[in-house]
């Protein structure tokens, strides 16, 4: 069951939760999660709680250092995409999240069209993508709030899907974002994965690109045609023509 999150003032309008006034009144009600204007940034965190809030960010921090232009050819994702041919620069990420993968995808030259069912999730993106620097926003495009299966596009150089995946029990491993959008947002059911790959063969494009843990099994059980390994994660590549 997806955490309970406390909607502070100045969200936007319509977002599932509950309405609070403050982080105090989301603890009373028992309240997982907050969201709120934290520094000008829409952002996500636990009430009461020491952590960093999370928000969208392309321009700072780590984002902002893989996001250098000398960097983003070296990535693993990047290669896993491989060069466009016939004139195809577009690619749909099919599952967006926090919009990270999709901005060194932007940076590496390509058109992005970005996907994301999650509301809470979807708002982040949006606010982050708001401020984003001018060369990255325009080249990703951000879709109203939809399952990426309502969508229906051609002439693309690649699909790239980036399912959750449960976490282990060693929580204190997992990324503190990756967990907090695990609370708010379920992976989907092993039987959601091959329709997400029939969707994604269905658009026709050149390649889908998965990622998924190191140690994962494929995606549907579906052997890729080759992958780009690293230690913690790996970019499963079909090519399709």
Not at 114 to 141: F, K, Q
Not at 145 to 164: F, G, I, K, N, W
Not at 183 to 192: F, S
Not at 212 to 227: H, I, V, W
């Amino acid at each position: 069951m997806s955490t309970v999150v406390g909607l502070l003032p100045g969200c936007p309008a319509g977002l599932p939760g509950s309405p609070v006034a403050d982080e105090a009144a989301a603890l009373e009600i028992g309240c997982g999660l907050v969201m709120g204007l934290h520094e000008c940034r829409l952002s996500l965190w636990v009430p009461g709680g020491k952590e960093t809030p999370l928000s969208v960010d392309f321009s700072h921090g780590k984002q902002g250092y893989r996001l250098d232009p000398d960097r983003v050819r070296h990535e693993r994702l990047i290669k896993a995409l491989g060069k466009p041919r016939d004139d195809r620069y577009r690619v749909v990420d099919a599952t967006a999240g926090l919009g990270r993968d999709a901005a060194l995808i932007a940076q590496a030259g390509f058109e992005v069209v970005l996907i994301e069912r999650s509301p809470l999730i979807h708002a982040l993106l949006a606010d982050g993508l708001a401020r984003a620097p001018a060369v990255l926003a325009e080249r990703m495009w951000l879709l109203p709030c939809q399952d990426s299966r309502d969508l229906h596009e051609h002439d693309l150089h690649a699909v790239y899907l980036d399912p959750m995946f449960p976490s282990r029990e060693k929580s204190a491993a997992v990324k503190k974002d990756l967990l907090w959008l695990q609370w708010i947002n379920d992976y989907p059911p092993a039987e959601e994965e091959q329709a997400m790959l029939d969707w994604a063969r269905a658009q026709s494009p050149h390649r889908i690109v998965v990622k998924r843990p190191a140690k994962a099994p494929n995606l549907a059980g579906q052997m890729p045609g080759f992958s780009q390994k690293g230690k913690a994660v790996r970019f499963d590549v079909y090519p399709l023509g």
